[in-house]
């Protein structure tokens, strides 16, 4: 059942959802720029406001046919919902409201501009939002988008990776934004047509994640991130790691997450359960480096660093994987924390052979991982 929010700010988060369950590729970074459009633009004129909402929310030429039966559908089910407005005798509360963030009720908009009611303030801030929320605070009701917002992300972010230019001095394809800034001295007239071709891109991935006990509260969601990127971005190679080391690649390219994760945690002999970083990573170094590190590849390891097993061998391994590959990335869900760390023996064995170490708990810190890449 659709419920009319108090908020026009409250209305759209709802309808993303709505379009969420039409199959939509909607993340919460949609949804923050959709109520940011919102103090930019006339939201009374329903036409604007339909444009605009269309214009963030639409990732391909399937989502912009789809879109406008889908609003019509939508808003006109909001007219007759429940209405979750205050009481008229109850005072509402409002907040602070910064950058002028703020929205008006939506019952005056949807009658015509004609509101006899309290009108009640409303603000978006993504402070609180899933972007910034710590996977393991997450509520079970937002589990689900928070798994789809995961998805989203990924997938962008691999389909980044495999579009890069550079420059071309074949007159194919025109780099306007490079054309842009070379011309900027002739007052805006294009004299000079710079050209870019598609960059092959020989970058590999090889991931190392995690699934003990330790890191249970994250493990799921940062599996997501790699099952969906892997489906966009093929040159990785996937690994889980708790008391022993598993080749993962093959089930991740499986189409349904769910399945492939039930199999996951039936096959994973430690899965939650205690973590031998140094023996994973000493067979990894014998039984797969050979075939999958070079000077191409990027090494990323998720895990808390928490280790049970040999702290000498975890050492050695760290520094032949550092040597074979082109860069190692290690994240870490416990660096979130402003009091953190990594004193634990595991983490000051394997940081001499680090390139990059981060925090790892939020789609936001997720977001980051892209410009390491």
């Known amino acids: 059942m ?14 993303c959802r709505f379009l969420r369950s ?21 939201y009374t004129d329903r036409q604007i406001f339909k444009l605009a909402l269309k214009t963030v929310l639409c990732r391909n030429r399937k989502e912009l046919n789809e879109f406008d039966i889908l609003f019509i559908e939508y808003w006109k089910e909001l007219s007759k919902a429940i209405d979750a407005k205050l009481k008229p005798d109850t005072k ?27 009108e009640q303030k409303a603000s978006y801030s993504t402070g609180q939002n899933l972007l910034q929320k710590d996977f393991s605070v997450v509520p079970g009701e937002e589990l689900q988008e928070l798994m789809q917002s995961i998805r989203a992300l990924s997938k962008r972010m691999a389909t980044h990776l495999n579009r890069r230019y550079q420059k071309s001095t074949k007159t194919k394809l025109p780099d306007l934004r490079r054309s842009l800034r070379k011309n900027m001295r002739y007052g805006g007239e294009l004299f000079h ?15 190392l994640s995690d699934v003990s006990k330790s890191m249970d509260l994250y493990a799921s969601f940062l599996l997501q991130f790699m099952f969906a990127f892997q489906q966009v971005y093929s040159r ?20 349904d997450f769910s399945a492939a994760l039930q199999v996951l945690t039936a096959q994973s002999e430690g899965w939650s359960g205690g973590t031998k970083i140094g ?58 924390y402003s009091l953190y760390k990594p004193e634990v023996a595991g983490m000051q064995a394997a940081l001499p052979f680090v390139d990059i170490f981060a925090a790892v708990y939020n789609v936001e810190s997720l977001q980051k991982l892209v410009k390491w890449l």
């Open 2 to 15: 659709i419920l009319r929010q108090t908020s026009l700010s409250a209305n759209i988060v709802q309808f």
């Open 22 to 42: 039409r199959s939509f590729t909607l993340s919460v970074e949609e949804e923050a720029t959709a109520l940011d459009a919102m103090q930019f633009i006339n």
């Open 92 to 118: 509402p509360t409002l907040k602070p409201v910064s950058r002028d963030a703020s929205f008006k009720s939506l019952q005056s908009w949807l009658n015509g501009n004609r509101n006899n009611e309290i």
């Open 193 to 207: 047509i710079v050209f870019k071709k598609p960059r092959r891109n020989r970058t590999k991935l090889v991931i």
């Open 236 to 255: 990785i190679e996937t690994f889980s790691f708790s008391t022993s080391l598993q080749h993962i690649t093959p089930l991740l390219k499986q189409h």
């Open 279 to 336: 023996e994973s990573l000493d067979h990894f170094s014998k039984e797969y480096a050979l075939k999958v590190l070079d000077k191409r590849t990027i090494v990323i390891i998720l895990s808390d660093g928490w280790d049970t097993g040999s702290i000498p061998l975890l050492e050695f391994n760290m520094e032949l994987i550092h040597k074979k590959s082109k860069k190692v990335i290690w994240l870490n869900p416990l660096a979130g």
